[in-house]
C-alpha cells in the first residue's frame, strides 16, 4: 500500500512532537520577550524621561505608582536596566530551549528516515533494484535525507515568524493603528512574491535533484568496474559521458541560481521598502502631533525587526519547494513493491522440484511459454543454452526473486507463491556467474548467515569448493581482508568461495549459474566429484557451456530461446542430431587442436 508523502513524514515524526511542542512554547514565549525590549525603551523615553502617562496595561500602571511612579523609577534608573537585562536573558533561554528542542527533533527525524527506508530497501524486490540506479538510490538516502531534514528544523521557524509577526504587529497597532496599516501593506506582497517564485524553484530543484541522481549513478558505476574501464581503454569514452553528465548537473544548477538571484533581490528589496514607507509614514504622524517621540522609536525598532521574519517568510517558502520536492524522491522509495517475509509455509525442504507449463515475460519480451520440466530430489540437473536462452532466469523464479505470468513453480509439491520467503531462499542456494563478496574476511563472507560461526563446517565448506588450500597460503589465512568486492582474490578465488558460502549455508538445493567458469577444469572436476561425495540428498541445478561439467549430470536440458528444445543424459544427447551433439563435436574438436599444437 502506497502512502502520501506527507503522512510518510507524518510517520517519522512519530515520537518525536514532544520536541516540537517544547520548540513551539519557547517559540512563543521567546518572541513575546523579544518584543518588551523595544516597549520598554518607549515607555522610559515617554514616561520616565518624559512627562507622558505611562502607556502599560492597567495593573502594571497601578503598580508602578504604588513604588512612587515617574520619580521613583528616574532615582532609580538601574531597575530599568535590571528588567531589560532580565527580559534578554529570559529570550535567551527561550532560544537555547527551542534550538535544544529543534536539534532533537530534526537529527531523530533524519535517524528515522534513513532506518526506514534502509530497511524498506532491505525487503524491496528484486524488480525494483533492477529498475534504479544506485547512485539515485544513495542520492535519495543522503541528499534527499537531508534536505528535508533541514526544513523540519525550519518548520520551527514557520511558527516563530508567524508569531513574531502577529505578535509585533499587536505591540504596533498599541502605538498607531494607521501606521500599523502601513506597515503590513509589505506582507501580502511579500508573500504572493515568495509562493510565485517557490513554485519556480520547485521545478528547477526537480530537475537539479535528478541530474545529481544521474550524475552519482554514473560516478559509482564507474568505480565499480576500474578494471574494465581500463581493460577495454574506455577512460576517455568514461570522461566524455561523466562531463556531459557533469555540464547538465551544473546548467541544472546554474538555472536554479538565475531563478534564486532574482529571489534574493527582490526579496531584499522589499523589507527596505517598507523600512522607508513606515519610516516616511512616522514623520509625517509625528509632525502632526499623533505621535510620540518615544512611541516612533519603539514603532521603528518594531519595525526592523519584521524585517527578518518577512524575510525570512520567503526563504522558508523557498525551501519549502526544495524540500517537497526532496520528499517525494524519498517517499518514492519507501512505496517501492515489497516482498512479503512474514506469511507463507515453513516446512523442511527435500528438493523435488517441478516447473509447471512456466510462462514469463521482462516487459513485452517473452522468455518463457509453457516450460515445463523437473529435478527429482536429491538428483543433478544441468541446463546448456545460448546467451538470453533463460537458464537464469529459471533460479531467479526459483528463488522467486520474480513471479511467474503463468503456470507454477512447486517445490516438494507447494508452490513457491506458497512457501515463505525466508524458508525458500534459504534452501535455494544460487552461487551466480559474477559472485558477490562484502570488504569483510573470508571467514566472515562464508558464515555471512551465521552470527556465531563454525569453523570446522567453513573449513569443510572450502575442501569441497577446492579453495581451503589457497586460503591458508595467504598470511592471514580466513582472517584474511578480501577488500571491496572481493578486490583481492583472483576471478577462481572468488567463485570458489562464493560457492563454500552457498556450501555453508546448508542450502537443499544449490544452483551453480555458470559458476565455475573462471577455474580450470581439473578444479571443476574436484568441486564436482567432492559435492557428489559429500552432499548426499542434495538437489543440484548446473548451468555451464562446459560439456565436461554437464556430462555426469543425471538430466541435461537444452533451452534454445526460453524452450527446451532437448532432455537426456549425455550419452542420449550425444548420439540425437541436435545443439548438444554439435556442442560437443566442436568443443571436441578444440581439445584435440590444443593437444596437437601442445605436442608440435
Given at each position: 500500500?502506497?502512502?502520501?508523502?506527507?503522512?510518510?513524514?507524518?510517520?517519522?515524526?512519530?515520537?518525536?512532537?514532544?520536541?516540537?511542542?517544547?520548540?513551539?512554547?519557547?517559540?512563543?514565549?521567546?518572541?513575546?520577550?523579544?518584543?518588551?525590549?523595544?516597549?520598554?525603551?518607549?515607555?522610559?523615553?515617554?514616561?520616565?524621561?518624559?512627562?507622558?502617562?505611562?502607556?502599560?496595561?492597567?495593573?502594571?500602571?497601578?503598580?508602578?505608582?504604588?513604588?512612587?511612579?515617574?520619580?521613583?523609577?528616574?532615582?532609580?534608573?538601574?531597575?530599568?536596566?535590571?528588567?531589560?537585562?532580565?527580559?534578554?536573558?529570559?529570550?535567551?533561554?527561550?532560544?537555547?530551549?527551542?534550538?535544544?528542542?529543534?536539534?532533537?527533533?530534526?537529527?531523530?527525524?533524519?535517524?528515522?528516515?534513513?532506518?526506514?527506508?534502509?530497511?524498506?530497501?532491505?525487503?524491496?524486490?528484486?524488480?525494483?533494484?533492477?529498475?534504479?540506479?544506485?547512485?539515485?538510490?544513495?542520492?535519495?538516502?543522503?541528499?534527499?535525507i537531508d534536505t528535508v531534514r533541514m526544513f523540519v528544523l525550519e518548520m520551527t521557524d514557520i511558527i516563530r515568524v508567524v508569531s513574531k509577526i502577529a505578535i509585533a504587529y499587536w505591540f504596533m497597532a498599541g502605538i498607531s493603528v494607521p501606521l500599523a496599516l502601513v506597515s503590513f501593506t509589505t506582507v501580502p506582497l511579500v508573500s504572493a512574491f515568495s509562493i510565485f517564485f517557490g513554485g519556480k524553484i520547485r521545478q528547477r530543484f526537480l530537475?537539479?535533484?535528478?541530474?545529481?541522481?544521474?550524475?552519482?549513478?554514473?560516478?559509482?558505476?564507474?568505480?565499480?568496474?576500474?578494471?574494465?574501464?581500463?581493460?577495454?581503454?574506455?577512460?576517455?569514452?568514461?570522461?566524455?559521458?561523466?562531463?556531459?553528465?557533469?555540464?547538465?548537473?551544473?546548467?541544472?544548477?546554474?538555472?536554479?541560481?538565475?531563478?534564486?538571484?532574482?529571489?534574493?533581490?527582490?526579496?531584499?528589496?522589499?523589507?527596505?521598502?517598507?523600512?522607508?514607507?513606515?519610516?516616511?509614514?512616522?514623520?509625517?504622524?509625528?509632525?502632526?502631533?499623533?505621535?510620540?517621540?518615544?512611541?516612533i522609536i519603539s514603532f521603528m525598532v518594531y519595525n526592523n525587526m519584521l524585517a527578518w521574519p518577512i524575510r525570512s517568510l520567503g526563504r522558508i517558502i523557498g525551501n519549502m519547494a526544495k524540500a517537497t520536492v526532496a520528499l517525494g524522491r524519498i517517499t518514492e522509495v519507501y512505496n517501492a513493491d515489497q516482498e512479503d517475509y512474514e506469511s507463507g509455509s515453513k516446512f523442511d525442504i527435500k528438493g523435488d522440484i517441478e516447473f509447471k507449463n512456466?510462462?514469463?515475460?521482462?516487459?513485452?519480451?517473452?522468455?518463457?511459454?509453457?516450460?515445463?520440466?523437473?529435478?527429482?530430489?536429491?538428483?543433478?540437473?544441468?541446463?546448456?543454452?545460448?546467451?538470453?536462452?533463460?537458464?537464469?532466469?529459471?533460479?531467479?523464479?526459483?528463488?522467486?526473486?520474480?513471479?511467474?505470468?503463468?503456470?507454477?513453480?512447486?517445490?516438494?509439491?507447494?508452490?513457491?507463491?506458497?512457501?515463505?520467503?525466508?524458508?525458500?531462499?534459504?534452501?535455494?542456494?544460487?552461487?551466480?556467474?559474477?559472485?558477490?563478496?562484502?570488504?569483510?574476511?573470508?571467514?566472515?563472507?562464508?558464515?555471512?548467515?551465521?552470527?556465531?560461526?563454525?569453523?570446522?563446517?567453513?573449513?569443510?565448506?572450502?575442501?569441497?569448493?577446492?579453495?581451503?588450500?589457497?586460503?591458508?597460503?595467504?598470511?592471514?589465512?580466513?582472517?584474511?581482508?578480501?577488500?571491496?568486492?572481493?578486490?583481492?582474490?583472483?576471478?577462481?578465488?572468488?567463485?570458489?568461495?562464493?560457492?563454500?558460502?552457498?556450501?555453508?549455508?546448508?542450502?537443499?538445493?544449490?544452483?551453480?549459474?555458470?559458476?565455475?567458469?573462471?577455474?580450470?577444469?581439473?578444479?571443476?572436476?574436484?568441486?564436482?566429484?567432492?559435492?557428489?561425495?559429500?552432499?548426499?540428498?542434495?538437489?543440484?541445478?548446473?548451468?555451464?557451456?562446459?560439456?565436461?561439467?554437464?556430462?555426469?549430470?543425471?538430466?541435461?536440458?537444452?533451452?534454445?530461446?526460453?524452450?527446451?528444445?532437448?532432455?537426456?543424459?549425455?550419452?542420449?544427447?550425444?548420439?540425437?542430431?541436435?545443439?548438444?551433439?554439435?556442442?560437443?563435436?566442436?568443443?571436441?574438436?578444440?581439445?584435440?587442436?590444443?593437444?596437437?599444437?601442445?605436442?608440435?
Amino acid at each position: 500500500m502506497t502512502i502520501s508523502k506527507y503522512k510518510f513524514l507524518s510517520k517519522q515524526l512519530k515520537g518525536n512532537y514532544k520536541y516540537l511542542f517544547t520548540a513551539v512554547i519557547f517559540i512563543l514565549i521567546g518572541s513575546f520577550f523579544s518584543f518588551l525590549g523595544p516597549k520598554l525603551i518607549g515607555v522610559a523615553v515617554d514616561s520616565i524621561i518624559g512627562t507622558a502617562p505611562f502607556d502599560l496595561p492597567v495593573f502594571v500602571t497601578e503598580y508602578i505608582n504604588s513604588l512612587g511612579g515617574r520619580e521613583y523609577f528616574l532615582r532609580n534608573i538601574w531597575i530599568v536596566i535590571l528588567v531589560f537585562v532580565g527580559i534578554k536573558i529570559t529570550e535567551a533561554v527561550c532560544e537555547f530551549l527551542r534550538l535544544y528542542a529543534s536539534n532533537h527533533l530534526g537529527e531523530n527525524l533524519g535517524y528515522n528516515m534513513r532506518q526506514t527506508l534502509f530497511e524498506r530497501l532491505q525487503s524491496a524486490t528484486f524488480a525494483y533494484h533492477k529498475s534504479i540506479y544506485t547512485g539515485d538510490i544513495i542520492q535519495r538516502c543522503s541528499t534527499d535525507i537531508d534536505t528535508v531534514r533541514m526544513f523540519v528544523l525550519e518548520m520551527t521557524d514557520i511558527i516563530r515568524v508567524v508569531s513574531k509577526i502577529a505578535i509585533a504587529y499587536w505591540f504596533m497597532a498599541g502605538i498607531s493603528v494607521p501606521l500599523a496599516l502601513v506597515s503590513f501593506t509589505t506582507v501580502p506582497l511579500v508573500s504572493a512574491f515568495s509562493i510565485f517564485f517557490g513554485g519556480k524553484i520547485r521545478q528547477r530543484f526537480l530537475a537539479a535533484d535528478e541530474a545529481e541522481g544521474e550524475l552519482q549513478s554514473r560516478v559509482q558505476e564507474n568505480l565499480s568496474a576500474p578494471r574494465v574501464v581500463r581493460a577495454f581503454g574506455k577512460q576517455k569514452q568514461e570522461r566524455d559521458l561523466f562531463e556531459a553528465g557533469n555540464n547538465l548537473f551544473s546548467d541544472m544548477w546554474l538555472k536554479m541560481g538565475d531563478v534564486m538571484a532574482w529571489f534574493w533581490a527582490i526579496g531584499d528589496l522589499l523589507p527596505v521598502l517598507q523600512v522607508i514607507l513606515v519610516l516616511s509614514s512616522g514623520t509625517y504622524f509625528a509632525v502632526q502631533g499623533l505621535i510620540t517621540p518615544g512611541q516612533i522609536i519603539s514603532f521603528m525598532v518594531y519595525n526592523n525587526m519584521l524585517a527578518w521574519p518577512i524575510r525570512s517568510l520567503g526563504r522558508i517558502i523557498g525551501n519549502m519547494a526544495k524540500a517537497t520536492v526532496a520528499l517525494g524522491r524519498i517517499t518514492e522509495v519507501y512505496n517501492a513493491d515489497q516482498e512479503d517475509y512474514e506469511s507463507g509455509s515453513k516446512f523442511d525442504i527435500k528438493g523435488d522440484i517441478e516447473f509447471k507449463n512456466v510462462s514469463f515475460s521482462f516487459g513485452r519480451q517473452k522468455i518463457f511459454e509453457n516450460l515445463s520440466f523437473t529435478v527429482p530430489a536429491g538428483q543433478t540437473v544441468a541446463i546448456l543454452g545460448a546467451s538470453g536462452s533463460g537458464k537464469s532466469t529459471i533460479l531467479a523464479l526459483l528463488a522467486r526473486f520474480y513471479d511467474v505470468d503463468s503456470g507454477e513453480i512447486t517445490i516438494d509439491g507447494v508452490n513457491v507463491k506458497d512457501i515463505n520467503l525466508h524458508t525458500l531462499r534459504q534452501n535455494v542456494g544460487i552461487v551466480m556467474q559474477e559472485p558477490f563478496l562484502f570488504g569483510k574476511t573470508i571467514k566472515e563472507n562464508i558464515s555471512i548467515t551465521d552470527s556465531h560461526p563454525d569453523m570446522d563446517r567453513i573449513v569443510r565448506s572450502t575442501e569441497i569448493a577446492q579453495v581451503h588450500r589457497s586460503i591458508t597460503n595467504f598470511e592471514k589465512g580466513y582472517d584474511t581482508i578480501v577488500g571491496e568486492k572481493g578486490v583481492t582474490l583472483s576471478g577462481g578465488q572468488k567463485q570458489r568461495v562464493a560457492i563454500a558460502r552457498t556450501l555453508y549455508s546448508g542450502a537443499r538445493i544449490l544452483c551453480f549459474d555458470d559458476s565455475l567458469s573462471a577455474v580450470d577444469s581439473l578444479t571443476d572436476a574436484n568441486i564436482r566429484k567432492e559435492l557428489h561425495k559429500r552432499v548426499e540428498g542434495i538437489t543440484t541445478i548446473i548451468i555451464s557451456q562446459r560439456v565436461n561439467t554437464l556430462m555426469e549430470a543425471d538430466k541435461i536440458l537444452v533451452l534454445d530461446r526460453g524452450t527446451i528444445v532437448q532432455q537426456g543424459t549425455h550419452a542420449q544427447l550425444a548420439d540425437q542430431p541436435g545443439i548438444y551433439r554439435e556442442i560437443v563435436k566442436i568443443q571436441s574438436d578444440i581439445i584435440e587442436q590444443t593437444r596437437q599444437e601442445a605436442k608440435g
